[in-house]
């Protein structure tokens, strides 16, 4: 991959260097509304993206300023279901750690497997379950980005999980924690799936996520995970499952999502 073609064409654009990279989530794409000085980038003009196809993901990079520091947000991210290989969905994640990212904040949606969970919560990722069958690091080693066999002991950086919670109990805003597994998609599991999930210690699963964290693990970039439980999962509440639920649901969660990010940010 031609990383310099990709950052000389963001650099013409007159992006502000940015300190910290945000992945927004199924209808989280709100707080791109907060972001100052803002230059906007789709992913369609950028040289070897991808395009972001489902709804609820703009498929645009916002650069600017959010809680005084400078980010670059993507308002849409990349899915394995939509044919794209773990290199094409994963590709932002390097672009960001070459622009100069040191932290990493990504959300999604999610389905609650956690019975104990509403739609609505949200859920700091203490760890997560690879169910995709696959791996982003797959092939030869990119030496440039990180070592052959990254560490992934702590893929959610525990310091990060402290300032969130800290933040939380400022704005008396209650966060659940727990262990997201990625699936592959783009059906929705069914409840004999869910049950093994939930045996095996998963307490959300959705069909992204992992893929980045595992990149951006492998570049030395520190993850703060967040799920918003837009859904409890196949099996558990006696409903039909559709993405309509998940995009009202995230509207709904709306002014605590960006109240508790923009703090966070504050604080990173």
Do not use: W
Request: charged residues 20%.
């Amino acid at each position: 991959m031609n990383f310099d073609e990709i950052i000389s064409y963001l650099n013409s654009k007159n992006i502000l260097k940015p300190e910290i990279g945000i992945i927004l989530g199924s209808g989280l794409g709100v707080i791109t509304e907060e972001i100052c000085e803002q230059v906007v980038i789709p992913y369609s003009e950028i040289p070897h993206f991808p395009k972001s196809t489902v709804v609820g993901h703009k498929g645009q990079f916002v650069f600017g300023k959010l809680a005084g520091k400078s980010v670059v947000c993507m308002d849409g991210r990349f899915h394995y279901y939509e044919g794209y290989d773990l290199g094409q969905v994963t590709l932002p994640i390097r672009v960001m750690k070459k622009l100069g990212i040191s932290k990493l904040l990504v959300t999604n949606a999610a389905g609650g497997v956690n019975e104990n969970f509403v739609p609505g919560d949200l859920m700091v990722i203490k760890d997560h379950i690879n169910l995709m069958g696959q791996n982003p690091l797959r092939g030869k080693n990119d030496e440039q980005f990180g070592p052959r066999f990254p560490d992934l002991s702590e893929a959610y950086d525990k310091g990060l999980r402290e300032v969130i919670f800290q933040v939380a109990d400022e704005l008396q805003i209650k966060l659940q924690q727990g262990v997201y597994t990625a699936v592959t998609g783009p059906c929705y599991e069914t409840p004999a799936e869910i049950r093994y999930a939930r045996t095996i210690g998963t307490d959300a699963i959705g069909m992204s996520t992992v893929p980045e964290v595992i990149v951006a693990n492998h570049c030395g970039i520190k993850v703060l995970g967040v799920s918003c439980i837009t859904n409890m999962a196949a099996g558990i509440l006696d409903q039909k499952l559709n993405h309509q639920e998940v995009m009202e649901t995230a509207s709904i969660v709306r002014e605590k999502f960006v109240k508790l990010i923009k703090t966070v940010i504050s604080k990173l």
